[in-house]
């Protein structure tokens, strides 16, 4: 029975997303990084940006901002226009839980805040722990929880549920 209800229950539901979303307002950063990693920035375009932190030639860890137009197609938050999203974070399997993906947080802050940047989002699937821990060490705050649902497979509902600070 249990297993006809939960059937049951993905065909009402359809396909269904929980995010997190954390914000920061930055600002020119006193952030200083260690000697023996140095940051690569890569400017995909004008409104895209992707930051590598590196030791010696060896990629540790890679972060991607878009604001703008560039980010206005994926469109999952409304931007204002000094605002940013950061649309990926990923550290190398080898060097995850060494601190890498804060220390390269913390370090494109200043970076962003250059470009006019002022706020920074970023969505983060409820459930990834690793990927929160990082941005809550990094002094960022979650923002609020945006849920979405496609009931029936064809019917779009979001819902988001902002956080009282």
């Known amino acids: 029975m249990k297993r006809y209800i939960i059937k049951f229950l993905k065909i009402i539901l359809g396909d269904w997303s929980i995010f997190d979303i ?3 307002e930055v600002g020119e950063s006193s952030t200083q990084i260690d000697s023996m990693y140095n940051i690569k920035v890569t400017t995909v375009s004008s ?3 992707r930051f590598s932190l590196m030791m010696d030639d060896m990629l540790l860890c890679s972060l991607e901002v878009q604001w703008g137009l560039t980010y206005k197609k994926r469109g999952f938050i409304k931007l204002k226009n000094n605002e940013a999203k950061v649309i990926s974070v990923e550290t190398i399997t ?3 839980g060494q ?3 804060v220390r390269l947080l913390e370090s494109c802050e200043s970076l962003v805040h250059k470009e006019g940047i ?3 989002y970023a969505r983060i699937w409820h459930s990834n722990s690793s990927s929160i821990s990082a941005f809550r060490k990094s002094g960022w705050l979650k923002h609020g929880t945006k849920i979405s649902l496609k009931l029936l497979r064809v019917l779009p509902i979001t819902f988001y549920i902002k956080n009282n600070r």
Do not use: E, N
Request: hydrophobic residues 20%.
């Open 22 to 24: 954390y914000s920061k």
């Open 47 to 49: 409104d895209h940006h």
């Open 118 to 120: 002022r706020f920074l």
């Open 99 to 101: 601190g890498h993906a």
């Open 94 to 96: 080898d060097y995850r």
